[in-house]
């Protein structure tokens, strides 16, 4: 019993296992040596592969490495595929799938998309390219740690006086300091959300266009606001977007050209899902 457990003796098994699988891969070819056949489209695809990693042609003592590199991997493939080695490595059956797909998409690439179905796309998917509103306006900040309760009162009173003195007043003086421009130029509606808040955006919303107005709440505190100028938002012309359109056009068409092909494939698999063993029962022998 010692003899099954020396080291040799699972060495020269193996091996003997691995003779018998080649003698049997053997009897299925009919005896004959399978041919390797390296075309010059093969040769070329090595010599350009070196070439972009070294910025150098190949020698031809390079060359010919590479192209013993090429016949060793070919063995290798070819062996391992004959001897079901990927059938069980999830890794494999991966890069397979993987490279399914990119052989589809790369067809789905080489398509040009024509103005009318960009346009289409453009029309159908509004949201991936509308141009948001913008907002123009100047703004004072008035602070309620500094004003305390006389900050709302404050605020009423600046409007007034602005008012009076109209859209073009000389506001350098007044208000409270704020690490945000008192002078905002078309600055889209996410942005203006961003700095002073969603509550911030709806009240300016609603304001009229050339006139100081007030007290908007922001999250910094209260403001004194003009709007200069507010611009809606709209679907941009194709000419604007169109390399964006392009390229959402194109991955949803590799998107779908992936599945189609998969469905395809699919049907022609019956595909039988056997219920699991619950937990703790045995299966009888048989």
Excluded: C, N
């Amino acid at each position: 019993m010692r003899l099954l457990r020396e080291p040799l003796v699972h060495f020269l098994a193996l091996g003997g296992l691995l003779f018998a699988l080649f003698a049997l891969r053997a009897e299925r070819v009919g005896g004959e040596p399978q041919r390797i056949v390296v075309t010059p489209g093969a040769i070329e695809h090595l010599a350009s592969g070196f070439a972009r990693t070294w910025q150098r042609s190949p020698t031809a003592q390079e060359l010919e490495g590479l192209v013993d590199d090429y016949v060793h991997e070919e063995v290798y493939y070819r062996e391992a595929m004959a001897l079901g080695v990927d059938r069980d490595d999830v890794v494999v059956r991966r890069r397979l799938r993987q490279k399914m797909e990119f052989l589809v998409e790369d067809a789905a690439a080489a398509t040009t998309p024509s103005d009318d179905e960009l346009q289409a796309y453009l029309v159908a998917h509004p949201e991936s390219f509308r141009v948001e509103p913008a907002f123009s306006f100047r703004q004072l900040y008035l602070s309620r740690d500094r004003r305390g309760d006389a900050t709302a009162r404050d605020a009423h009173d600046l409007v007034a006086r602005l008012v009076a003195a109209g859209s073009d007043a000389d506001i350098a003086t007044l208000g409270d300091p704020l690490m945000v421009p008192g002078e905002i130029e078309r600055l889209p509606e996410s942005e203006v959300a961003r700095l002073f808040g969603a509550g911030f955006v709806a009240a300016i919303a609603e304001l009229e266009p050339g006139r100081w107005a007030g007290p908007v709440e922001s999250g910094y505190g209260l403001h004194v606001v003009l709007i200069r100028a507010r611009v809606d938002g709209r679907l941009p012309a194709l000419a604007e977007v169109r390399a964006g359109v392009e390229r959402e056009w194109l991955t949803a068409r590799r998107k779908g050209m992936v599945e189609a092909a998969y469905g395809r494939l699919r049907d022609r698999y019956q595909v039988v899902v056997e219920p699991a063993v619950p937990a703790g029962d045995t299966v009888a022998a048989r």
